[in-house]
Each structure stands twice: as C-alpha cells, then as structure tokens.
C-alpha cells in the first residue's frame, strides 16, 4: 500500500487531485492511502485507519460527507453506505 502524501510536494492538507471510486471488500486493502474519502450514498461504514488494530464502524454518515479519514480498509461487511470514493 502505498502513501503518496508522505513527501512534502503533495501534503495531505492539500486538495485532492483525483478521485477513484471504492469498492468495498473484506480482506483487500485500498490500493492506495487515500487523504479523505466523499460518501455519495449515506450509511455506515466499516474501516480501519492506516495505523489503526481493529476495524471502527461510522454509522449514519450522510449523503454528501466527505471525511478526513485516511482509510486502509474499506469492509463490505458493515458498510451500507454506496457511491464512495477515495480522494489522492
């Protein structure tokens, strides 16, 4: 997995400058470490942090959020929430 924002030219504070859509799974980690992920759908969502130990369960994100999460996981297991996408 890589982290692209880790060097100074591309901080994580800055805008993102493309966007791919998530799909979530329970064992396969995001390609990429993401600097926010957009909820196009609302629900909940099953992640885990990129230095997270366990899984963490968002409910009632609502259509339109956009969290500043740097998520590794995205678990279809838990996850009712559609249209996402990862934010780099």
């Known amino acids: ?10 901080q994580v ?7 791919l859509a998530v799909t979530p799974h329970d ?6 470490i993401p600097k926010a992920l957009f909820i196009g759908t609302g629900g909940s969502i099953t992640m885990r942090g990129v230095d ?8 009632n994100v609502p259509s339109g ?4 999460f740097r998520a590794a996981y ?5 996850t009712s929430a559609g249209n996402i ?3 780099y």
């Not at 064992?27 to 990429?32: E, G, M, R, T, Y």
């Open 1 to 10: 997995m890589e982290d692209a924002f880790s060097a100074a030219a591309d």
């Open 13 to 19: 504070s800055a805008p993102a400058r493309r966007a």
């Open 27 to 32: 064992s396969h980690p995001l390609a990429d």
């Open 52 to 59: 997270g130990a366990a899984d963490q369960q968002w409910v």
């Open 65 to 68: 959020a956009l969290l500043p």
């Open 74 to 78: 995205i678990r279809a297991t838990g």
């Open 85 to 87: 996408l990862a934010l």
